[in-house]
T-cell receptor, first 114, second 114 residues
Framework: AQSVTQLGSHVSVSEGALVLLRCNYS??????LFWYVQYPNQGLQLLLK??????LVKGINGFEAEFKKSETSFHLTKPSAHMRDAAEYFC????????????FGQGTRLTINP | GAGVSQSPSNKVTEKGKDVELRCDPI?????LYWYRQSLGQGLEFLIY????????KSGLPSDRFSAERTGGSVSTLTIQRTQQEDSAVYLC????????????FGPGTRLTVT
């Protein structure tokens, strides 16, 4: 079985500050890990993915995430927040063994303060 | 090319009525997924189709829910005798072949059961 825990349902940062969204996973098999972003009234957009290659993954809009097997973590970071980053962010896990369902965390709503 | 499309974007129905939600995946994608997003339950997997294989229905919450995929392309999710707890956003995703099994999401159908 697989599961994802996102620490903090709401995160608020100032514009220009570091963004850190936490994600821990549980998986009995090697995982694929994803971060998705959801803007209001829109579907999910893939930010970045870990698929067992490089542990530091760079995505769109200046985001990156580091896979740490020893900590079972896949935290999302961005050095400098922009107002347009305000959205809900979801971490998800699936099996490395092929196309499978995504198991999502509960999401973290990111607010950017001017 | 075009992304995943879903129709209708919004659906309001009376309790007890049947509804059909449609998903058009990205052309050439062999895998298709349905998820449900609701306030209380977050993002939940419902059903997964892969090529001509039997679908994975393990996420369907009750036998009132069913889905089919015709010709390996368009999919319809049917909810019979709708209940108020069925109110949610229903998201469809598709993915192609390859090592990452990256899922692309549609904008969703917002279902409201009155």
């Amino acid at each position: 079985a697989q599961s994802v825990t996102q620490l903090g349902s709401h995160v608020s940062v100032s514009e220009g500050a570091l963004v850190l969204l936490r994600c821990n996973y549980s998986s009995s098999v090697p995982p694929y890990l994803f971060w998705y972003v959801q803007y209001p009234n829109q579907g999910l957009q893939l930010l970045l993915k870990y698929t067992s290659a490089a542990t530091l993954v760079k995505g769109i809009n200046g985001f990156e995430a580091e896979f740490k097997k020893s900590e079972t973590s896949f935290h999302l970071t961005k050095p400098s927040a922009h107002m347009r980053d305000a959205a809900e962010y979801f971490c998800a896990v699936t099996s490395i063994q092929g196309a499978q369902k995504l198991v999502f965390g509960q999401g973290t709503r990111l607010t950017i303060n001017p | 090319g075009a992304g995943v499309s879903q129709s209708p974007s919004n659906k309001v129905t009376e309790k007890g009525k049947d509804v059909e939600l449609r998903c058009d995946p990205i052309s050439g994608h062999t895998a298709l997924y349905w998820y449900r997003q609701s306030l209380g339950q977050g993002l939940e997997f419902l059903i997964y189709f892969q090529g001509n294989s039997a679908p994975d229905k393990s996420g369907l919450p009750s036998d009132r829910f069913s889905a089919e995929r015709t010709g390996g392309s368009v999919s319809t999710l049917t909810i019979q005798r709708t209940q108020q707890e069925d109110s949610a956003v229903y998201l469809c995703a598709s993915s192609g072949t390859g090592v990452s099994w990256e899922q692309y999401f549609g904008p969703g159908t917002r279902l409201t059961v009155t």
